[in-house]
């Protein structure tokens, strides 16, 4: 008995090749573009590991939980880690950085997380760019998060290693990842004898025996189904287009953030400032003693489809987060997220207003 997601023929070098072109036109990129079998903290460590030895200096920046796991892979190679940490409210600014660099020019890599999911703030990284650029490091991107909801262009920015994700607001597989090369950063791994060779985590083994080899033999058999996906994905993504994606995703940020500030009860916006917050995800602080978990938990009783969750490790008490992106980036989904977290408030004694958090989402949406 055949079955369609089982019986299928292998994929062709010819077929890889060619999501390959639709993922570096996602990304109006005209670098190299290699797709990872598995999650993206593949890749990312890669680069990391590709492009850090004993003797270089990493300028790590830590707007979120990620940060803190680069910085453990860049000493792990022996770099030295030049730490910048800004408050998970706020976004970095191209000052901070390049302060950092004024009073580091030693630095040769810089890790950047361009929209942190898990705190909901997002970094500006045209900004950034030109300000690393300028100083010659070598610049990785986590953009995981944000491609598909916000504008990312990694030529224009001066993006050395651009990482992507399919799990968010592409709305697709989180087995199979992407990461665009630069010419600079072929050279970098190249030049380092620490970079992975012959290993799942070698970028340089993609490059030497698929891309200079013509891109005519795999190293190993694909994830056929996370490809299929990724390729489905992109169909879905280039049929609604780019731009009406990122729309819908602002829109679905700028709803929850207007609801939630009408809904009362105690719950704000985690990220102070609108223009720090991410379009792929909306945190909130929850009241004076109420534990975010249990609100979160109240409010998926009904509903566990929800894209709610609460914060993940220390924030797991303070913080909620609507998870709208992909499928979820929805008006639908954040009258939902809102009045199932009003109930839930409601229920701890709070006076909380949810027509008039409805409304206030409606008009952010519009």
């Not at 190679?77 to 580091?104: K, N, S, W, Y």
């Amino acid at each position: 008995m055949t079955h369609p997601l089982l019986d299928l023929a292998p994929l062709t070098a010819a077929h890889f090749a060619a999501i390959e072109r639709r993922v570096a036109a996602l990304l109006s990129t005209e670098q190299d573009v290699v797709i990872t079998q598995g999650e993206a903290l593949l890749p990312l460590e890669g680069c990391v590991r590709g492009g850090a030895r004993p003797g270089s200096t990493a300028l790590n920046v830590i707007t979120g939980p990620y940060g803190h796991t680069f910085g453990g892979w860049l000493r792990d190679c022996g770099a030295h880690v030049v730490d910048l940490e800004v408050p998970f409210h706020t976004a970095v600014t191209a000052g901070q950085i390049a302060g950092a660099l004024e009073r580091h020019p030693e630095i040769d890599f810089v890790s950047l997380v361009h929209a942190e999911a898990a705190t909901g703030n997002t970094n500006p990284v045209a900004e950034i760019g030109e300000v690393v650029r300028a100083h010659g490091a070598l610049f990785m991107l986590d953009a995981v998060a944000s491609v598909g909801a916000e504008p990312l262009l990694p030529d224009a920015w001066g993006v050395d290693l651009c990482v992507i994700g399919a799990q968010k607001a592409m709305g697709g597989p989180a087995g199979v990842s992407a990461v665009s090369v630069s010419e600079r950063a072929w050279e970098r791994f190249a030049a380092n004898p620490r970079a992975p060779r012959r290993s799942y985590l070698s970028l340089l083994d993609w490059k030497e025996r698929w891309i200079d080899g013509g891109r005519e033999a795999l190293l190993h058999a694909p994830a056929q189904l996370e490809m299929l996906a990724l390729e489905a994905c992109l169909e879905r993504i280039e049929a609604e287009g780019l731009e009406t994606l990122m729309a819908r995703h602002a829109s679905a940020a700028a709803a929850t953030r207007a609801g939630a500030s009408a809904l009362g009860g105690g719950l704000e916006p985690y990220v102070y400032e609108a223009g720090d917050a991410a379009p792929v995800a909306t945190t909130l602080r929850v009241p004076a003693g109420v534990d975010a978990a249990e609100l979160v938990a109240r409010a998926l009783a009904a509903d566990p489809s929800l894209p709610l969750i609460a914060g993940g490790g220390a924030l797991a008490r303070e913080m909620v987060r609507v998870n709208h992106y992909g499928v979820d980036a929805t008006l639908g989904a954040v009258h939902s997220c809102l009045a199932a977290l009003g109930a839930a408030l409601g229920e701890t004694g709070a006076a909380v207003d949810l027509e008039g958090a409805r409304r206030a989402a409606t008009e952010a949406w519009h």
